[in-house]
């Protein structure tokens, strides 16, 4: 089997596994719609202009609700030692855990645009007119953010901690994520022209490149017996 | 061998004491007064070699932790875990200082001045370096996964730095003060070299103390597990 196909059957075997239960998305969908009821009554709309600080209330939003997706990317597999089976497989280490960063990016992706979605409806929100730089910036930022955070629940969900573990992992390490993330999400709400961005795409494009690669080098070695 | 490490670990300790000594000696006594920031300048001079010795553990636990992947030798992440314990030690000693002397020189005890923010970071990195060795039931397995932590944060250390540089240049703080230009007056630099030389001198007696227990540890369990599985002669019950 080519890589290519090693690593499409681990993402098709997860996305259908998410499409039945739907256990993740509705999870983590129903903690964002909440999220935005709660953020309506935490902050005084007529002291604070939601405009302004949207960008920071929806990525703060993703990662916090991504951490619950991410952080059960492997519970499934640990009942009944599947996840045994699937390293006997002949499927390279490597490619499991990019199967798992496609899927887990996925399903955040999908979440995303709920997030998008209701707190365009619940604050009146307008996102600017460069979409395609705005779906750049997040899809960036969204990727870097998985692949770290599929590398540590991978550990945490090793540990005697579980997934309390996995914010003190993955948090310190969001910070360039965060910073031009919704610097330049703020920056395209405002109607401010892509060029403005395009350090940040870049600086996004660093960091996922670098948490990919390390995340691929580096799984074999937490999922070593 | 280990008895050895100790040695090593006892005269860089001394060593270090004594150049510690000197160097309160040099900040108290001999280095001039900063002329706008006054005596609180002093910190200074235990802040900053800190901060070096944060970074070089640092460095340290990443080499260690990719080279004990690698060639799955004990010793190797031995090593990683001393340094990152003493690494944790001073990077605690700058985030202490700092805030003291921030409090007078930029009129407030946090600000999210760069350099200060990756320090609390790199604290926050190596909790998690400790949580996830301590937290799992099979050791080998703790000690991998704090090895991929080491390594993984320290392959973010840079990106963050640049980020958070970044972002101050976006957003100035109200109260800044110049770091120290290049134009040290000479005894203070040469203050400040003591202090390098006094904290990276105790920063490896620790080291080598951390280790050299390590290693203790290690023979122990062996030796109790030779006993063990060894027949016990006629006669003896325990």
């Known amino acids: ?225 | 061998m280990s008895s050895r490490i100790r040695w090593s670990g006892a005269v860089l300790g001394v060593l270090g004491i004594a150049t510690t000594l000197v160097l309160h000696w040099m900040v108290f006594f001999w280095v001039p007064t900063e002329r706008t920031m006054g005596v609180v300048q002093r910190i200074f001079y235990i802040h900053v070699p800190a901060a070096w010795v944060a970074f070089m553990a640092f460095g340290i636990v990443a080499i260690c932790s990719a080279m004990y992947l690698w060639l799955k030798d004990e010793r190797l992440d031995m090593a990683a875990a001393s340094a990152a314990e003493g690494g944790m030690l001073f990077t605690t000693i700058v985030l202490l200082t700092g805030p003291l002397w921030g409090r007078v020189a930029w009129g407030t005890w946090w600000t999210w001045e760069p350099r200060l923010t990756l320090t609390l970071l790199l604290w926050f990195i190596y909790l998690g370096y400790f949580l996830v060795r301590s937290s799992t039931e099979n050791p080998q397995r703790g000690k991998r996964f704090a090895a991929v932590v080491g390594i993984v944060g320290a392959l973010d250390i840079p990106l963050i730095h640049i980020s958070v540089q970044w972002f101050r240049s976006l957003h100035p703080a109200p109260v800044v003060m110049r770091p120290d230009g290049p134009s040290l007056h000479p005894d203070m630099l040469a203050t400040l070299f003591v202090g390098l030389g006094a904290s990276t001198l105790v920063f490896f007696s620790f080291f080598l103390f951390r280790y050299g227990l390590e290693r203790m540890e290690q023979a122990l369990a062996h030796r109790e597990m030779v006993a063990e599985a060894a027949p016990r002669p006629e006669g003896v019950t325990s």
């Open chain 1, 1 to 225: 089997m080519g890589y290519l196909r090693q690593m499409g059957a681990i993402v098709w075997k997860d996305v259908v596994v998410e499409f039945r239960t739907r256990e993740r998305i509705a999870a983590m969908g129903g903690f964002t719609v909440l999220v935005g009821i709660l953020f309506n009554y935490a902050i005084d709309p007529t002291v604070v202009e939601p405009q302004g600080i949207a960008a920071g209330l929806i990525w703060m939003t993703i990662i916090f609700g991504g951490m619950l997706g991410l952080g059960r990317t492997f519970s499934l597999e640990e009942e009944e030692g599947a996840f045994q089976g699937i390293l006997l497989s002949p499927i390279a280490r490597d490619a499991i855990y990019l199967g798992k960063v496609v899927a887990n990016f996925l399903i955040l992706t999908v979440v995303t645009a709920l997030v998008f979605g209701v707190f365009a409806l619940f604050f009146g929100l307008s996102f600017g007119n460069h979409p395609v730089a705005l779906a750049g910036v997040v899809l960036l930022g969204i990727l870097g953010f998985v692949a770290i955070g599929t590398l540590f629940s991978a550990i945490s969900s090793g540990t005697s901690m579980g997934d309390t573990l996995l914010p003190i992992l993955v948090f310190p390490l969001m910070i360039p994520v965060i910073i031009y993330g919704v610097t330049a999400t703020t920056t395209l709400f405002a109607g401010l022209p892509v060029t403005e961005v395009d350090g940040n795409i870049r600086m996004l494009g660093a960091f996922a490149t670098v948490s990919v690669f390390s995340g691929a080098v580096l799984f074999r070695y937490v999922v070593e017996e």
